[in-house]
């Protein structure tokens, strides 16, 4: 991605302190070489710093586990932040539907919007739909400002409308388009395209649609490909007089295939094939509202829809936003001592938690002004946090993502309450049965899970995702959190209020012969460091991604390196493979030449399934018949050939060793004396004849 460095350098007005490299700065940042240098040490590689105008341009190898939150200005400057222990003076968070910092000035101007009628029929290819009416704006050139920071990246400017959507996008990652509201029939429809639709694109392109692909449509006809491009219908030019703005986000797989399909890849396609974040498109909304209330030169004319919208769902005050699933904060907790053990370097842990937060991961909202990361003892704040859950329905199946706290059942409940005290365990009942350690009942203590066969559930004997093929022959169904004294909580079915508390010994999953066992979680006494990932962070979702983090930030070049200090063990002696090696040397100090032919063969006992050609349907039941075939082909050209093959047959079912030779114009005396002479039969290894 081109990163211009005047952008870049917006987001800073103070030089980075404790960094010798940036002693050279240019208002808050290195300058642009030592600015390269730094990022291909700690974040990404740039490939090239190229000097365009007054402007430097910052070629930048975002690679896809990075795509989701780097893609953009904003998550480069985040990096460099982190990296040169500074702080981002422009902080582009916004609330719904403020429509960014400028809400006071919307919240004046927000009489007269009119109503916006939105529909999706796709709700599993787009995860949200923000749709937002202006009306009375003035199309013109953009600011010069802006327009030189979308030329230095190679951008060519449109207009005041455009270039803001397109800011946005390159400022925070968030993709976003204009459509003339006075060309669209009707309403907004989100909707796969018809058989034999044709859709003609800003670029003057035609291209016939199927029923694969997601379409932004009015009542007519499509209007855009969705996450793809624009269409020419509702296209912004110079007698726009009011527009509905779209923030949106779509499934990653249905993009990329689109894409592929009609051969367009935009830098819009480019963001949602990497997959974004949902959260994004409201900062998207907000500052492309931001951006035009900017640069309007009559705001009293420029009608917003009403900031507080009471039912942002029905599009009657001019906003629309449909968030059908929003993910829950994701957590993750780290022992600063796995950090020193993963790298092989003794950080302090104040200088781990420093890392951390400058990337943004914090103790809550997974923002660096979210409080900071939280030292926490992980099973004392789970049975706290537990305790506080008491009364939540249970849903059969619920989500740990996208259901909890709402809704909880028995497993997604215990992995709810660990995953945010920084213990991350399987999700499913029995995988965490056998993901814990045994524990005898007499030696139970507060935060051991568990189990039971309550037999009324779907009973599983056997592992399904963590340590597959590991079974109990008890069968287990239903897991909750000992409390201690007895206790036990836990979400059912069968419980009236949800997550109750019950004494053990009365609680109808777990008394008497239903009761399978006790888990402790293994080393979790000590306390770690919990944080709340941030939303736009897709790539973190481990404890040793967290790590990496640390790691890259403290900069690798800082770890010294070390000799392993394990004794190593040297490999058992395969007599297979170390008789095979002294054959070959035999047979080629004799003259003989390997060859390796074919496992698949034209007959044979067992067929193949899904065969290469139709020559070679079975798995080779001798080596014969293959070496007999290389000999033919190969005495045309020589006047003697000696060829030997060492490999696996088929026999009978079983798999076995074999080994064929095959002499031409050879004496029954001179192959006689290989075998049983100096060759083989007096050769000893190891006091073992070969």
């Known amino acids: 991605m081109k990163i211009s460095y005047n952008w870049l350098q917006s987001y800073f007005t103070k030089k980075p302190a404790s960094r010798r490299q940036a002693n050279a700065s240019r208002g808050g940042l290195p300058k642009p070489e030592k600015l390269a240098e730094l990022l291909t040490m700690h974040s990404f590689e740039v490939e090239s710093v190229e000097k365009k105008g007054r402007d430097y341009v910052l070629d930048i190898d975002i690679l896809p586990n990075r795509a989701h939150d780097c893609l953009s200005h904003i998550g480069v400057a985040r990096e460099v932040a982190a990296i040169l222990k500074s702080k981002i003076s422009a902080h582009l968070d916004t609330e719904s539907p403020s429509g960014g910092r400028s809400s006071r000035r919307s919240e004046a101007t927000g009489r007269g919007a009119t109503s916006i009628d939105i529909k999706i029929k796709e709700s599993e290819l787009c995860r949200r739909y923000i749709g937002r009416i202006i009306k009375g704006v003035k199309v013109k050139q953009s600011p010069k400002w802006m327009r030189e920071r979308l030329e230095a990246i190679g951008q060519k400017s449109i207009n005041n409308i455009v270039d803001a959507t397109n800011y946005a996008m390159f400022e925070l990652g968030q993709p976003l388009h204009a459509f003339d509201a006075d060309k669209v029939d009707g309403g907004i429809i989100v909707r796969k395209a018809k058989k034999g639709e044709r859709i003609m694109t800003l670029d003057g392109q035609e291209f016939e649609l199927d029923e694969s692909i997601l379409v932004i449509a009015d009542e007519k006809e499509p209007l855009a490909i969705a996450g793809i491009k624009g269409g020419k219908k509702a296209e912004v030019d110079e007698n726009t007089k009011n527009i509905i703005l779209e923030a949106a986000n779509f499934e990653p797989v249905n993009i990329r295939k689109t894409s592929r399909k009609i051969g367009i890849r935009t830098e819009s396609s480019l963001r949602f094939e990497n997959e974004i974040t949902p959260e994004l498109a409201e900062k998207g909304m907000g500052r492309v509202v931001e951006l035009l209330e900017t640069d309007s030169d009559h705001l009293g004319a420029l009608h917003l829809s009403a900031l507080r919208c009471k039912a942002p769902k029905s599009g009657k005050c001019g906003y629309f936003d449909f968030y059908p699933k929003k993910a829950g904060q994701y957590k993750l907790g780290v022992h600063p001592k796995d950090v020193s053990k993963l790298l092989g370097i003794d950080i302090p842990e104040k200088e781990i938690i420093g890392i951390l937060e400058r990337l943004g991961f914090s103790a809550e909202g997974g923002s660096a002004s979210g409080g900071g990361v939280k030292k926490i003892n992980p099973i004392k704040n789970a049975l706290k946090l537990a305790k506080t859950l008491v009364g939540k329905p249970y849903k059969y199946g619920a989500s740990v993502t996208f259901d909890a706290p709402d809704y909880f059942d028995c497993s997604s409940f215990t992995s709810y309450v660990f995953a945010h005290s920084g213990v991350s365990i399987p999700r499913m009942t029995v995988d965490q049965y056998f993901f814990g350690e045994p524990v005898d009942e007499k030696d139970a203590k507060p935060g051991d899970l568990v189990f039971s066969n309550s037999g009324n559930g779907k009973i599983h004997y056997e592992s399904k995702e963590f340590m597959k093929g590991r079974k109990t022959k008890e069968g287990i169904d ?213």
């Open 478 to 690: 239903h897991v909750g959190i000992y409390l201690g004294k007895g206790k036990v909580i836990h979400a059912s079915r069968y419980n009236a209020d949800g997550v109750i508390i019950e004494d053990l010994k009365k609680s109808k999953s777990f008394k008497g012969k239903n009761l399978r066992g006790f888990r402790r979680l293994a080393g979790e006494k000590d306390d770690l460091l919990l944080v709340s990932v941030p939303a736009e962070r897709l790539d973190v979702r481990r404890k040793e991604d967290l790590i990496e983090e640390v790691g890259r930030i403290y900069g690798y070049e800082n770890i010294p390196s070390k000799l392993p200090e394990e004794v190593l063990i040297p490999p058992k002696r395969n007599d297979n493979f170390f008789y095979a090696d002294i054959i070959r040397d035999i047979l080629a100090g004799a003259g003989f030449s390997e060859i390796y032919g074919y496992s698949f063969a034209p007959k044979g006992i067992l067929e193949l399934a899904n065969p290469i050609a139709k020559d070679k349907k079975f798995l080779r039941d001798n080596l014969l018949d293959g070496l007999r075939k290389t000999a033919k082909e190969n005495i045309r050209y020589f006047p003697a050939v000696k060829i030997f093959e060492i490999g696996r047959v088929f026999a009978g079912g079983n798999e076995t060793s074999s080994l064929v030779i095959i002499a031409t114009n050879a004496s029954f005396f001179e192959i006689k004396g290989l075998v049983d002479g100096n060759h083989f039969g007096q050769n000893r290894h190891n006091g073992r004849v070969v």
